[in-house]
């Protein structure tokens, strides 16, 4: 496609038109729950991080993951899986469940300086607009943005919040379309680069920030970078030029049109849910939220970031904050730190301050 050229892909949907349709949304039998119960069994005792899609053997379940895989990758840009028994389960059954789904997607990538490739998203203290904090260490609100260095994005609903959390999508392709209905002018501004914040996680030899466009159609789809946040605490730095009013009126734009009823999907994500989002072509928001009062009712997903070697070819410049994995040739997660390993917690990391 052309730069500015209008999307009609299955990519380009309308939330009114999919809150209408339930093909998005696999309700788990007892078979499908007893077969990930059985695999997550068979693998008790082993590092996580060593599990790989070899060591599940799961016949029932994979034509159901196939065809999730297609629809994330592939189709609409995500999926709901429902209905696993979370109250049941101890946290180290359900993480190996989960890793297990998410060896059919992907595979996973590092979250973290400390090398996490399990995450926790969860009120920890943290400020989404500190600069060397995330906003899943907090209760903020997390308007609609993507993640940085993710091509699927999987939260797996542990526990939900008293008030509040409430999870929104909105395709990428849909705001372009809009945007070029609307404001021709701001669409292409959006496909030159902006400069973002590494936000304390410096790349080794680079500067603490990196440049990305926040669309970047290419190869019959429209790529979107958008984590508003990051470009404008990237200003931080008296080296880089200051947003244009012309930039930052593009990016509110984005964000008033993600909002927008007639554009996202409102989705209702409960205890025992996973959601796969496609982070190339999807943005996802989240409301803020009160947690409940007992520490152990406190919300609490887990999440994945999978890197898909066999999936749609990438522009360069989304290899801007990471770098390239020289065994897969996707964007490989967080650079560690020397001596630093992977690892699978089953409890949150303690905030950076």
């Given at each position: 496609?052309t730069?500015?050229?209008?999307?009609?892909?299955?990519?380009a949907w309308?939330?009114?038109?999919?809150?209408r349709?339930?093909?998005?949304?696999?309700?788990?039998?007892?078979t499908e729950?007893?077969?990930?119960?059985?695999?997550?069994?068979?693998v008790?005792?082993?590092d996580?991080?060593?599990?790989?899609a070899?060591h599940?053997t799961?016949?029932?379940?994979?034509?159901?993951?196939?065809?999730?895989r297609?629809?994330?990758?592939?189709g609409?840009?995500?999926?709901?899986?429902?209905g696993?028994?979370v109250k049941?389960?101890?946290r180290?059954?359900?993480a190996r469940?989960f890793?297990?789904?998410g060896s059919r997607i992907?595979?996973?990538?590092t979250?973290?300086p400390v090398?996490n490739i399990?995450?926790?998203?969860?009120?920890?203290g943290?400020?989404a607009d500190h600069?060397?904090?995330?906003?899943?260490q907090?209760s903020?609100?997390?308007?609609?943005?993507?993640?940085?260095?993710?091509e699927?994005?999987?939260?797996f609903?542990?526990?939900?919040?008293?008030?509040?959390?409430?999870s929104g999508?909105?395709?990428?392709?849909t705001?372009?379309n809009?945007?070029?209905?609307?404001?021709?002018?701001?669409?292409?501004?959006?496909?030159?680069?902006f400069?973002?914040?590494r936000?304390?996680?410096?790349?080794?030899?680079q500067?603490?920030w990196y440049e990305m466009?926040?669309?970047?159609?290419t190869?019959g789809?429209?790529?979107a970078?958008y984590?508003?946040?990051?470009?404008?605490?990237?200003?931080?730095?008296?080296?880089?030029p200051?947003?244009?009013?012309?930039?930052l009126?593009?990016?509110?734009m984005?964000?008033t049109?993600?909002?927008d009823?007639?554009?996202k999907?409102?989705m209702?994500f409960?205890p025992?849910?996973i959601?796969?989002?496609?982070?190339?072509v999807?943005m996802?928001?989240?409301?803020?939220y009160?947690?409940?009062?007992?520490?152990?009712?406190?919300r609490q997903l887990?999440?994945?970031w999978?890197?898909?070697p066999?999936?749609?070819?990438?522009?360069?410049a989304?290899?801007?904050?990471?770098g390239t994995?020289?065994k897969?040739?996707r964007?490989q997660?967080?650079n560690?730190p020397?001596?630093?390993?992977l690892?699978?917690?089953?409890?949150?990391p303690?905030?950076?301050?």
């Amino acid at each position: 496609m052309t730069m500015l050229e209008v999307h009609r892909g299955e990519g380009a949907w309308l939330g009114p038109d999919m809150a209408r349709r339930d093909d998005w949304i696999h309700t788990f039998s007892d078979t499908e729950v007893a077969e990930l119960e059985a695999v997550a069994t068979a693998v008790a005792g082993q590092d996580i991080v060593s599990l790989e899609a070899s060591h599940f053997t799961m016949p029932g379940l994979d034509p159901v993951l196939a065809r999730s895989r297609d629809d994330v990758v592939d189709g609409r840009g995500f999926v709901l899986l429902r209905g696993l028994p979370v109250k049941s389960w101890s946290r180290e059954q359900t993480a190996r469940a989960f890793w297990a789904i998410g060896s059919r997607i992907g595979i996973p990538v590092t979250q973290n300086p400390v090398g996490n490739i399990l995450g926790h998203v969860t009120d920890v203290g943290g400020d989404a607009d500190h600069p060397n904090q995330r906003g899943h260490q907090s209760s903020d609100a997390l308007p609609f943005h993507t993640d940085i260095g993710a091509e699927v994005v999987g939260l797996f609903c542990l526990q939900g919040a008293q008030s509040g959390g409430e999870s929104g999508v909105v395709s990428a392709a849909t705001l372009w379309n809009e945007l070029l209905a609307q404001r021709p002018d701001l669409a292409e501004l959006l496909t030159h680069s902006f400069y973002y914040d590494r936000r304390g996680e410096d790349v080794e030899g680079q500067d603490p920030w990196y440049e990305m466009p926040v669309f970047m159609p290419t190869d019959g789809r429209v790529v979107a970078s958008y984590v508003p946040r990051f470009i404008r605490s990237a200003q931080r730095f008296e080296e880089l030029p200051r947003l244009t009013d012309k930039q930052l009126e593009a990016l509110d734009m984005v964000q008033t049109l993600a909002d927008d009823p007639r554009f996202k999907l409102e989705m209702d994500f409960r205890p025992g849910d996973i959601q796969f989002v496609n982070n190339l072509v999807l943005m996802h928001s989240r409301t803020a939220y009160e947690d409940w009062p007992e520490p152990e009712r406190k919300r609490q997903l887990l999440r994945l970031w999978l890197s898909v070697p066999d999936g749609w070819p990438l522009p360069d410049a989304y290899f801007a904050r990471y770098g390239t994995d020289p065994k897969t040739g996707r964007p490989q997660g967080i650079n560690l730190p020397p001596g630093i390993d992977l690892t699978a917690p089953l409890t949150p990391p303690v905030l950076r301050t």
